[in-house]
């Protein structure tokens, strides 16, 4: 069960799980048999009622700004080479801003980030976001 502003509800039983540590509003509440959501169902009902509050209070979650990411040095040293990149990279929407530096970030070795750069680098010229 998704609840897509779960980051505002106070989760007083502690069932609602963040899927990965990159989602900032969303949560979700996992089964593993329909004998836990029968057993869960006042609870459950609970959340629901509150999410609908948090809904109705036109309540948002603020989200982290993207200056807020640390940007790959890979990624940084292609921007002190190529400014051009820069002002494009700066010239797209903040998701696909986000996109880019979660997907120069996630591999462990600097080859590998690189590689990625180097493979996107005229898509963000061109104005284009990841899944572009």
Avoid: C, W
Avoid at 60 to 79: D, G, L, M, Y
Avoid at 87 to 98: C, H, N, S, V
Avoid at 102 to 108: G, I, R, T, V
């Amino acid at each position: 069960m998704l609840f897509h502003k779960g980051a505002l509800l106070k989760d007083a039983h502690g069932i609602l799980i963040q899927q990965t540590e990159n989602v900032q509003a969303a949560r979700q509440i996992r089964f593993t048999n329909v004998r836990e959501i029968v057993e869960m169902e006042t609870i459950l009902k609970a959340y629901i009622y509150e999410a609908i509050e948090v809904e109705k209070a036109d309540l948002e979650v603020s989200f982290k700004k993207n200056t807020e990411f640390i940007i790959p040095e890979e990624f940084q040293n292609k921007f002190d080479e190529i400014p051009a990149l820069r002002t494009a990279f700066e010239a797209l929407t903040p998701g696909r801003q986000r996109a880019y530096i979660l997907y120069f970030s996630e591999p462990k070795q600097s080859k590998t980030r690189e590689s990625r750069v180097e493979k996107y680098m005229q898509q963000i010229l061109g104005g284009k976001g990841l899944n572009d």
